[in-house]
């Protein structure tokens, strides 16, 4: 029954009215929409930060984690909020390419530790 009523909830809207002339519908599936993309984008802020810093291309660990999450919220969202076959696929392999790459750098890291 309370799995009924979340996603009753998920699909309601949140928002619905008009901006700048255009018609606007927000539901909660689609703030975590919005969630993936700021993450997925905002991951190369933290790229070019951690690259500027050091004064080569780097790829800090926040890099994959904000990978791993925003596919996370991305892959939510089409497979939930919107079903649609080509988001999923389209987020499906970066979150795999993200969770190795945070699994070899977790790795490494430990090794480097442990000498």
Known sequence: MELLLFADFMHNSLFDGTIFGKSLLITPWKLIGY???GLFAGRWIVQIFASNKVQKVTM??????MSLLGSI????Y????????????SNLFPS???LYNLFLDIKNDFQKNSQ
């Not at 919220?73 to 939510?76: D, F």
């Open 78 to 89: 089409f497979t939930f909020g919107k079903n649609d076959s080509v988001g999923i696929l």
């Open 73 to 76: 919220c991305l892959l939510a």
């Open 60 to 65: 800090p660990r926040l890099f994959w984690i």
């Open 96 to 98: 795999l390419v993200a």
């Open 35 to 37: 969630t993936g993309v």
